[in-house]
Structures are given as C-alpha cells and as structure tokens.
C-alpha cells in the first residue's frame, strides 16, 4: 500500500501538465558553446518539459546579438555573456532581467582565455606586456572579451589604448583571424580555445578564470515573459534541474558514465570533438545562483570607461526572485 502510494505521488510530482497538452514553447537565444552545457542538457534530459516549457534553441553568433534579439522580443529568453550592450539596452529604458547564473570564470575552471599567435610566442611574446602596440581580435567591442582585455591591462598596470582591439563580429571569424595572422593575439571562449592550442594556431598566455572570477554569463529574461510569471518560474525549476546535473556530475566528479554523457550531449550540440569539450567546461553555481555583486562591478566598470551611457544599478536589472520561487518548490 504505502508503495503504490509512493508512485502516485511520484507521478502527481511529474504531471506538469494537464492530459494532451503540450509545453509551452520559449525561445532561447544561445551560442553554441561549452558554456551552454547545461541548458543542452536541460533540453536533452526534458528537464524543461517536465515543468511544460520547451525551449525552441536560437542559435547566435556572438552575445550582444542575444540582447538586441531579447529587447526586440524576438526571442523571451537569452544565456550568454554579459555585455556593454545589454546594460546600455536597459539604461535606455528597456527592462531585461537577469536571473541566474549560467558560468562564472573561477579558478581552475577557465572559460575564456587571450591567446598569441604560435609565432609570436615562439618569437617571445609570452605575456601581456609583449603585446604592447599589437592587434588582439574580440568579437565586438563592448563584449565579454573586451572586458578581459581591460580587465587584463588593468592588473598589469597598462592603459586600454596600450594594445589595438579589432571587433571581428563573431567567434568563428576571431578563430580564422588569428589562423590567417590578421591578428597577433585573440581572447575567445571554450571550445575555441581548445581547438586553437591543438590545431597549433595559437599558445595561451592569460587564463581568466585564474586572473580574476567574475561573473561572466547568465540567464535573462525579456520583461513581457518575467512579467508570465508561472511560465518563467516554470522555466527556471528545468533550468535549475539542468545545473544540479551539471554540477554533480561535471564539477563535483569530473569522471564516469554521467560526465562523459555531458561530454557526449555537448559535443553532440556544439559540434567540437569530445576531446576538447573535455577541455573546457565552465565553473557554475550549483542552484544557478549568481555571484554577490558582480553585476554591479561591471556596470561601474563599462562607465568608468564610458561605454556605458548612463549608470545601472543591480537592482535594476538583476531579479533572482524566479530562481528563489523555482528553489523553494524544488526542495
């Protein structure tokens, strides 16, 4: 007796939706890289269609792309880095809400990196100050590796105009850059970074995560699906599923049959080869909690350096209340 009660409650606990009825579909904007592990692994579990929502993949090229489309409302969801320009899109007025954490640079867990060309290592350019008066590819100006670069120059005690920055518009073309030596250094994100190292293109010099952690991508919302508020706790309950997951068998374990099925799931969505996934999966919060703060830091920071037209406070785009409702459900 007690059993078959055990099942039932089991099944009432999976019944997200009523019988026939099919999970809502959000589209969710995303690249195609190692960072995005545990959202392919959200989708590819059903983790998301457990609580019914199904999210419809949006493939971009870059993140500030993300964050237009977001604005637009061409999509409802974004995961990507955080960027000048999403901050700007809210300190012009539109509401966009960060909500979780989806990577962290951290210690040992190295997301993105500057790397220099073979030949100007092997010529002796092995660290920042060697680059002084040289081209290092970005995607854009205002992303995440603009960002490091900063960042980069800053702890060495170098000015921004010091190095030559050249926006090359997405991932695949800052690869090709630095492959055709357009470029004499590039700072680009797993599984680029891998594939650049073994294909002997480039050698590299600065490891963010062990530079300095910060919070470097994150889930947001558009303010019109915030605002459907049981579809984004809903959404958020698969997403925190996904990072258990994730952690437990990436972060905590780091082997066996459930971390080689992350391996498979993401190569298998990114297209790189088992090998450098392995590589390079990123640091993330457990329960998707995102790091005290930091949000604000950078806002501060992309106005200091007047790429920010006006100040953004954390409070005005940060609300973790989703992912506090999709926890207190989940215990």
Do not use: C
């Given at each position: 007796?007690i059993r078959?009660?055990?099942?039932l409650?089991?099944?009432?606990?999976l019944?997200a939706?009523?019988?026939?009825?099919q999970?809502?579909?959000?589209?969710l904007?995303?690249l195609?890289?190692?960072?995005s592990a545990v959202l392919?692994?959200?989708?590819?579990?059903g983790?998301f269609k457990e609580f019914?929502?199904?999210p419809?993949l949006?493939?971009?090229?870059?993140a500030q792309p993300i964050a237009?489309?977001l604005?637009?409302?061409d999509?409802?969801?974004?995961?990507?880095?955080?960027?000048?320009g999403?901050y700007n899109?809210?300190?012009?007025?539109v509401?966009?809400?960060?909500v979780?954490?989806?990577?962290?640079?951290?210690?040992d867990h190295n997301l993105?990196?500057?790397?220099?060309?073979?030949?100007l290592?092997d010529?002796?350019?092995?660290?920042l100050?060697?680059l002084?008066?040289?081209t290092i590819g970005?995607t854009?100006l205002?992303?995440?590796?603009h960002?490091?670069?900063?960042?980069?120059l800053?702890k060495?005690?170098m000015?921004?105009?010091?190095?030559?920055?050249?926006?090359l518009?997405?991932?695949g073309?800052?690869?090709?850059?630095?492959?055709?030596r357009?470029v004499?250094a590039v700072a680009?994100?797993?599984p680029?970074v891998?594939r650049?190292e073994?294909a002997g293109t480039?050698v590299t010099?600065?490891?963010?995560g062990?530079?300095?952690?910060?919070q470097?991508?994150?889930?947001?919302y558009?303010d019109r699906?915030?605002?459907?508020?049981?579809?984004?706790?809903?959404?958020?309950k698969?997403?925190?599923?996904a990072s258990r997951?994730?952690?437990?068998a990436?972060?905590?374990k780091?082997?066996?049959?459930?971390?080689?099925?992350?391996v498979?799931?993401?190569?298998?969505?990114?297209?790189a080869?088992?090998?450098l996934?392995?590589?390079?999966?990123p640091?993330?919060?457990?329960d998707?909690r995102?790091?005290?703060?930091?949000?604000?830091?950078?806002?501060?920071w992309?106005h200091r350096?007047?790429?920010?037209k006006a100040?953004v406070a954390e409070?005005d785009?940060v609300d973790?209340?989703?992912?506090?409702a999709?926890?207190?459900?989940l215990?």
């Amino acid at each position: 007796m007690i059993r078959r009660v055990a099942i039932l409650l089991v099944l009432l606990a999976l019944a997200a939706l009523p019988a026939g009825a099919q999970p809502a579909k959000v589209r969710l904007g995303v690249l195609k890289l190692t960072s995005s592990a545990v959202l392919f692994l959200g989708v590819e579990k059903g983790y998301f269609k457990e609580f019914g929502v199904e999210p419809e993949l949006v493939y971009f090229q870059a993140a500030q792309p993300i964050a237009v489309a977001l604005a637009s409302g061409d999509i409802e969801v974004g995961a990507t880095g955080l960027t000048a320009g999403l901050y700007n899109i809210v300190a012009g007025g539109v509401k966009l809400w960060i909500v979780a954490d989806k990577g962290r640079e951290w210690p040992d867990h190295n997301l993105t990196a500057l790397l220099v060309r073979k030949d100007l290592h092997d010529a002796g350019a092995r660290t920042l100050r060697d680059l002084k008066g040289r081209t290092i590819g970005i995607t854009q100006l205002g992303s995440t590796f603009h960002y490091n670069i900063g960042r980069f120059l800053e702890k060495e005690g170098m000015a921004p105009g010091d190095v030559e920055l050249v926006p090359l518009q997405s991932l695949g073309a800052v690869a090709d850059a630095l492959a055709a030596r357009r470029v004499d250094a590039v700072a680009t994100v797993e599984p680029f970074v891998s594939r650049l190292e073994t294909a002997g293109t480039g050698v590299t010099i600065v490891r963010t995560g062990d530079t300095f952690p910060w919070q470097i991508a994150t889930v947001f919302y558009s303010d019109r699906f915030a605002r459907d508020r049981a579809r984004a706790v809903a959404f958020m309950k698969g997403y925190v599923k996904a990072s258990r997951h994730y952690f437990d068998a990436v972060i905590a374990k780091k082997d066996g049959p459930a971390y080689e099925e992350v391996v498979a799931i993401t190569a298998r969505y990114t297209g790189a080869r088992p090998e450098l996934i392995r590589r390079g999966f990123p640091y993330q919060d457990r329960d998707g909690r995102l790091m005290p703060g930091d949000v604000g830091r950078q806002t501060a920071w992309w106005h200091r350096q007047k790429l920010l037209k006006a100040p953004v406070a954390e409070k005005d785009v940060v609300d973790e209340s989703f992912l506090r409702a999709a926890l207190r459900e989940l215990r």
